[in-house]
């Protein structure tokens, strides 16, 4: 029992750092030029302002979207622990959800910046 409070905290902690992560990409970035804090994959990003505010925007965004469908599959998930009896668990099923409650997110993130920022600026960060 201590077990599956141990993971659904987790499981909530996880998301929550999420959300966290997408609150301060997006909201509280470093400025352009000082491109300290903020979203640093592929090169775009740091050629403009307007393309670092955007990919800081978007990203954060997305980070922001993700935590909030986690926090959804984190409720059903932990439900979901606590009906099974555990002879029907897989023996890493939890530790395999908290591994892609960070991935996924994470990699939706970058991947739709990325799109995003290809499509409408040049690879030397002005519009196209």
């Not at 997305?62 to 059903?76: E, T, V």
Request: net charge neutral; aromatic share 12%; charged share 20%.
């Amino acid at each position: 029992m201590e077990g599956e409070l141990m993971i659904d905290v987790l499981m909530f902690v996880f998301t929550g750092l999420i959300l966290l992560v997408g609150w301060l990409v997006r909201d509280h970035h470093s400025g352009y030029p000082d491109t300290f804090c903020g979203y640093h994959v592929g090169g775009i990003a740091a050629k403009s302002g307007e393309a670092w505010e955007d990919a800081n925007r978007w990203c954060g965004g997305a980070f922001l979207k993700c935590g909030s469908a986690f926090l959804f599959l984190d409720a059903a998930a932990a439900l979901t622990f606590r009906v099974m009896r555990a002879e029907e668990r897989l023996p890493g099923l939890p530790v395999s959800y908290l591994m892609a409650a960070i991935l996924v997110p994470t990699a939706l993130s970058i991947v739709w910046t990325e799109r995003r920022l290809k499509q409408k600026y040049n690879p030397d960060g002005t519009l196209k």
